[in-house]
């Protein structure tokens, strides 16, 4: 491991700004306009930055917006990750609970970034194929921490946790747009509470 | 009521009949081409009739992707709408399971113009407020579903009936588009099963 106190290479450490500058230009510039009216040459002016530059570090501005994504789906994952190793039904419940609300509180913090995510899901392959892979791996968890309450008596086994977790992954996502897009009249709270209730009422009996 | 012997104004069912092949057309190129590739001019030219003639019928082609989507949706509000009187929790259970099944095997039958729709969702702000209203009529219903069984003493009454019905249709709808879009592996009656025996489970106990 490198020291801290060694530095980078002048060279890389001025790359590392550049991307960052670039970032925060995108960033600023699909809120401000959202996905499909922002060009790539206005994101570059607001970061004050050459194009051949802006092109070492992306694409363009679907590469830009994904690499945006990147970094709000890794505080969504963390929340996907937390230890799930329930020694009751209550206990269980209780982190349902918590990750729901703290995947739906994520979305009302981040809304602004979130609904150029929705936008540029809705038009771009790229980006579509991005949002998909985030929700396997969602899912993916979510049915492991299903199969451990399976094992551990404390699920149901006559259901597939594969399916579960889809359909419960589903119901979350689908109320976290209607959040980004103020769509819908009650709390994180409520939402969380209603929906963990129906769904470990159902698989923890 | 109109006897059926008695006709209509020949003037009025050429009209009928033009609408109908007009549809007919627009239903074959939006199949063939897709949504945003295919043109009006297209399906004027496949229908066979002229520009003012078709206008007449249809203010372009978003409007007329919404007339074919009612169709389709005609045949989703009769499973929405089945008779839902249950007089125990296992009668509750087996009508929703039948719904459930009914309906994603809708959306398998007529997979040709659901993708046409998934793609319309995405792309044209009418087709897309349809869409909603259309996901608000169902809703409203399974709502009025759950609190007839809160009201008979089947269902748990501390859960708000608006919010776990939300929940329960958009894990339908999702698992809808992933059988339009042929990405799942599992069957219809699989999907069905599972989502039933949480969401029953959950809220008959």
Known sequence: MKKSSEKLPSRKLRSLETRKKLLAAGREQFIES???KTTIAQIIKKANTGYGTAYVHFKGKDDLLMQLMEEVMDRFYEIAELP???QSKQEAYDIIEKQASLFLEMANEERSMMQVFEEAIRLSDDVNRKWKDTRERFIKRIAQDIAYSQAHGLARTDV????VARGWFFANEMYLWE???NEYGFTVEEIAHN???VYTGGIYG
Chains 1, 2 share one sequence.
Request: hydrophobic share 45%.
């Open 160 to 163: 597939d946790h594969h399916l």
């Open 84 to 86: 799930f190793k329930p």
């Open 179 to 181: 959040i980004v897009k």
């Open 195 to 197: 929906l963990t209730a």
């Open 34 to 36: 959202g996905f499909h």
